[in-house]
C-alpha cells in the first residue's frame, strides 16, 4: 500500500502551539495578538478567498474577522473559556459567517456569474520554485478547477487539503458531524476530479 | 467493506483519523481492491497540489489591526504627585496613581487593547497637570468609548462642579435624571476611570464629611485642600448636621462651599439641616450650586 502521512501530521503539530495563543490574547501579553495575526492570517485569507473569490472582500473580510476575534479574546471571553477555545476552527468560522454574509449580500445586489473566472484574479498569485511551464499550467488548471467547484466543495477543499484540518475541526468549523464530513469531502473531491478530467488532466501523479 | 464505503474513509485513513476498527477494515479492504488503493495515492498527489496554491493576503493587514487595538500611555508628574496615562486620538482614555501594571490590566479589560509608551500631547499633559495641581480643568478631552449612557451622563456631571466646591452623590443623581439611582451613580464615581481629570473627588456623602476615594480620603482631602475647600469646615458642618447655608439677606440657600455661599457675612448666614427647614422659613434654592436637586 501506497501511503502519503503528511497532512495528517503538519495538522497535528500545529494543534499544540495554538492553544495558548487565545490565553496570551486574552492576557494582553504583549505582541499576542501580532502572532495571533502572523500565524492565521494566510490561511484565513486563503479560505475566505475560496468561499468569495474576490481577493479585495477577502481581506476586507479576515481583517473584520480578526478584529472581532481580538475584542471577544480580551472583552467578551473569561480566562476559562479562552484556555478552553479550539482556536483554529473559531478563527475560521468567523471568517466563514462574515464571508457567506458578505457573498449573500453581493450575490443579491448584482448577479455576479460566479462560474467565471477568467478574468485575470487568478493570474498574479502562481507561486512556483519551478521553472517547468507544464508543471506550471497543470497548477493553473488545478486553481480553476477548484474555482469552478460549488462554494460548498470548495470551501472543504481548502479546509482539508489547504489549510490541512482534521475532520474535527472542520465539523467545528462549519458545523457538520465528522462522518457527514467524510462523504462530503470524498464528493467534493470527486467533482474536482471530473472537472480535471474534462480539462485533460488526469491527476495519477 | 464495500467500494463505496472504504472511499468516503480513504482520505481519513490518509491522515490517521479513523478509529481502530474502521481502520482495519478499510486497510483489509484495500488489500483485495486495486482501484480503492490507488485512490489512497491519489489523494494524498492532490492535497500535497492544493496545498501549494495557498496564496496570501496582497498586504498584510497587521499593522492597520495592531494600531487599532494599541493606545499609548505615559507618565506626567504635578504637584508632587505621579500617575500613568491612557491615551488616544480622542483624548484621555484611563489615568492611575498606582502602577503601570495596574493602567495595562484595567485598560486591556475595559477598552480590550494593549498600551505602548508614547509621548502625550501638550494639550493632555496641560490638563493633567492642572488636575493634579488643583487648579482644575474646563472641559478636559476624555474619550471613554463605548461608556453607558448613565456612565457618561454621570461623568458630564461630575465635570460641572467647579473647582473648589462640592457636591453630594444625590446631587449627582438629581442631574443625571436619575434621583432614586444614588447607589450606580456612586459607583460609577468609584470606578471612575479618569480621577483627577472628570472630579469625582468633588463628590461628598449627603450625610457630611469627606467620604471615601479609590486612593484613600487623605488624598482626597489633599486634592479638595488644593483647589480651595476647607475641608475642615466641611467636617464642623458635618457633625452639627448642616447641609445647607443661607443668606438673611438674599432669602437664598446654597451648598456650604457654594461660592455665593461663602461671600456670605458670618452675621447674616444661616445653617439648615434640609432643603424642606429651608424652604419653611422662605428660603428658595441658588440657582448656581441647585441645593434642591439634591433633596
Known amino acids: 500500500m501506497k501511503n502519503s502521512w503528511t497532512g495528517g501530521q503538519a495538522a497535528l503539530a500545529t494543534a499544540g502551539s495554538v492553544e495558548n495563543l487565545a490565553l496570551a490574547v486574552h492576557r494582553s501579553e504583549p505582541g499576542a495578538f501580532e502572532r495571533l495575526i502572523d500565524r492565521f492570517e494566510a490561511p484565513l485569507f486563503s479560505y475566505a478567498e475560496s468561499v468569495l473569490q474576490n481577493r479585495f472582500d477577502a481581506q476586507e473580510v479576515v481583517q473584520d474577522a480578526l478584529l472581532r476575534a481580538h475584542r471577544a479574546l480580551t472583552r467578551q471571553y473569561d480566562e476559562a473559556r479562552c484556555e478552553a477555545l479550539a482556536l483554529r476552527p473559531w478563527l475560521f468560522r468567523t471568517v466563514r459567517n462574515l464571508s457567506l454574509n458578505k457573498r449573500r449580500s453581493k450575490r443579491s445586489k448584482l448577479e455576479q456569474p460566479l462560474d467565471d473566472f477568467d478574468d485575470g484574479r487568478m493570474g498574479p498569485f502562481v507561486h512556483l520554485e519551478g521553472s517547468d511551464l507544464e508543471r506550471k499550467q497543470e497548477v493553473e488548471l488545478l486553481r480553476r478547477a477548484i474555482a469552478l467547484l460549488p462554494v460548498d466543495a470548495r470551501e472543504l477543499i481548502v479546509l482539508r487539503f489547504m489549510e490541512e484540518m482534521s475532520y474535527g475541526e472542520i465539523a467545528r468549523t462549519i458545523g457538520s458531524s465528522e462522518a457527514a464530513l467524510r462523504g462530503k469531502v470524498f464528493r467534493s473531491l470527486k467533482l474536482l476530479r471530473e472537472a480535471l478530467e474534462k480539462k485533460g488532466v488526469n491527476y495519477a501523479v | 467493506m464495500r467500494c463505496r464505503s472504504a472511499l468516503t474513509r480513504v482520505d481519513a485513513l490518509r491522515t490517521r483519523e479513523l478509529s481502530q476498527?474502521?481502520?482495519?477494515?478499510?486497510?483489509?479492504?484495500?488489500?483485495?481492491?486495486?482501484?480503492?488503493?490507488?485512490?489512497?495515492?491519489?489523494?494524498?498527489?492532490?492535497?500535497?497540489?492544493?496545498?501549494?496554491?495557498?496564496?496570501?493576503?496582497?498586504?498584510?493587514?497587521?499593522?492597520?489591526?495592531?494600531?487599532?487595538?494599541?493606545?499609548?500611555?505615559?507618565?506626567?508628574?504635578?504637584?508632587?504627585?505621579?500617575?500613568?496615562?491612557?491615551?488616544?486620538?480622542?483624548?484621555?482614555?484611563?489615568?492611575?496613581?498606582?502602577?503601570?501594571?495596574?493602567?495595562?490590566?484595567?485598560?486591556?479589560?475595559?477598552?480590550?487593547?494593549?498600551?505602548?509608551?508614547?509621548?502625550?500631547?501638550?494639550?493632555?499633559?496641560?490638563?493633567?497637570?492642572?488636575?493634579?495641581?488643583?487648579?482644575?480643568?474646563?472641559?478636559?478631552?476624555?474619550?471613554?468609548?463605548?461608556?453607558?449612557?448613565?456612565?457618561?451622563?454621570?461623568?458630564?456631571?461630575?465635570?460641572?462642579?467647579?473647582?473648589?466646591?462640592?457636591?453630594?452623590?444625590?446631587?449627582?443623581?438629581?442631574?443625571?435624571?436619575?434621583?432614586?439611582?444614588?447607589?450606580?451613580?456612586?459607583?460609577?464615581?468609584?470606578?471612575?476611570?479618569?480621577?483627577?481629570?472628570?472630579?469625582?473627588?468633588?463628590?461628598?456623602?449627603?450625610?457630611?464629611?469627606?467620604?471615601?476615594?479609590?486612593?484613600?480620603?487623605?488624598?482626597?482631602?489633599?486634592?479638595?485642600?488644593?483647589?480651595?475647600?476647607?475641608?475642615?469646615?466641611?467636617?464642623?458642618?458635618?457633625?452639627?448636621?448642616?447641609?445647607?447655608?443661607?443668606?438673611?439677606?438674599?432669602?437664598i440657600y446654597c451648598f456650604p462651599t457654594c461660592r455665593d455661599a461663602r461671600r456670605i457675612r458670618e452675621e447674616n448666614r444661616v445653617p439648615f439641616r434640609g432643603a424642606s427647614e429651608a424652604a419653611q422659613k422662605g428660603f428658595r434654592p441658588c440657582q448656581r450650586c441647585r441645593p434642591v436637586a439634591a433633596a
Open chain 2, 21 to 251: 476498527d474502521e481502520r482495519g477494515e478499510v486497510e483489509s479492504h484495500l488489500k483485495t481492491c486495486k482501484s480503492c488503493d490507488d485512490s489512497l495515492h491519489d489523494v494524498g498527489g492532490l492535497a500535497a497540489a492544493i496545498k501549494a496554491l495557498a496564496i496570501a493576503p496582497p498586504r498584510s493587514c497587521k499593522d492597520t489591526l495592531c494600531r487599532e487595538v494599541v493606545d499609548s500611555f505615559d507618565r506626567v508628574e504635578a504637584g508632587g504627585r505621579e500617575v500613568w496615562v491612557a491615551f488616544a486620538e480622542g483624548g484621555i482614555r484611563m489615568i492611575t496613581a498606582r502602577s503601570i501594571d495596574d493602567l495595562r490590566a484595567r485598560y486591556a479589560k475595559r477598552y480590550g487593547r494593549d498600551l505602548q509608551r508614547a509621548e502625550i500631547p501638550a494639550a493632555l499633559k496641560r490638563e493633567v497637570a492642572a488636575a493634579l495641581a488643583g487648579e482644575g480643568v474646563g472641559k478636559p478631552h476624555v474619550d471613554l468609548g463605548e461608556a453607558s449612557e448613565l456612565e457618561t451622563a454621570v461623568m458630564r456631571a461630575l465635570g460641572s462642579i467647579p473647582v473648589g466646591e462640592v457636591r453630594t452623590y444625590s446631587w449627582v443623581a438629581q442631574q443625571v435624571g436619575r434621583p432614586k439611582a444614588v447607589r450606580a451613580v456612586a459607583s460609577f464615581c468609584a470606578r471612575n476611570v479618569v480621577p483627577f481629570v472628570v472630579p469625582c473627588h468633588r463628590v461628598v456623602p449627603t450625610g457630611g464629611g469627606v467620604g471615601e476615594y479609590a486612593y484613600g480620603s487623605d488624598m482626597k482631602r489633599d486634592l479638595l485642600a488644593r483647589e480651595g475647600v476647607d475641608v475642615d469646615a466641611l467636617d464642623a458642618l458635618a457633625r452639627e448636621g448642616v447641609r445647607y447655608v443661607g443668606s438673611r439677606t438674599t432669602k
